[in-house]
């Protein structure tokens, strides 16, 4: 069974640093794009930053030039480098996967990051 295996949130003040990690457990054939989303309380979830087997890099405007994503294609493996934080950030923060093979998108179990002001 496959699972995506989330670690690194916590509770950081305002501007402070978290780094979050995503390793897959399980074989995932095909995979496309790995990357973050958040759903913070009583909101949509929400794209974070994604990025394609190739390197493409997409992330959200609010997050764009305090958060990093980086993957290793060998140990499919995902992080997030979250500097700068605002207390906007808090939300529980989601590990996502697409893949050309069913069932097409994997979901991790989330990890809760929370700035306070």
């Known amino acids: 069974q496959v699972q995506l295996v989330e670690s690194g949130g916590g509770l950081v003040q305002a501007g402070g640093s978290l780094r979050l990690s995503c390793a897959t457990s399980?074989?995932?054939?095909?995979?496309?794009?790995m990357g973050w989303y958040r759903q913070a309380p009583g909101k949509q979830r929400e794209l974070v930053a994604t990025?394609?087997?190739?390197?493409?890099?997409n992330y959200a405007e609010s997050v764009k030039g305090r958060f990093t994503i980086t993957r290793d294609n060998a140990k499919n493996t995902v992080n997030l480098q979250m500097n700068s934080l605002k207390p906007e950030d808090t939300a529980v923060y989601y590990c996502?996967?697409?893949?050309?093979?069913?069932?097409?998108?994997?979901w991790g179990q989330g990890t809760q990051v929370s700035v306070s002001s």
């Open positions: 996502a996967v697409t893949a050309t093979t069913s069932p097409y998108t994997y």
């Open positions: 399980g074989s995932i054939f095909g995979i496309r794009t």
């Open positions: 990025i394609t087997t190739g390197g493409i890099i």
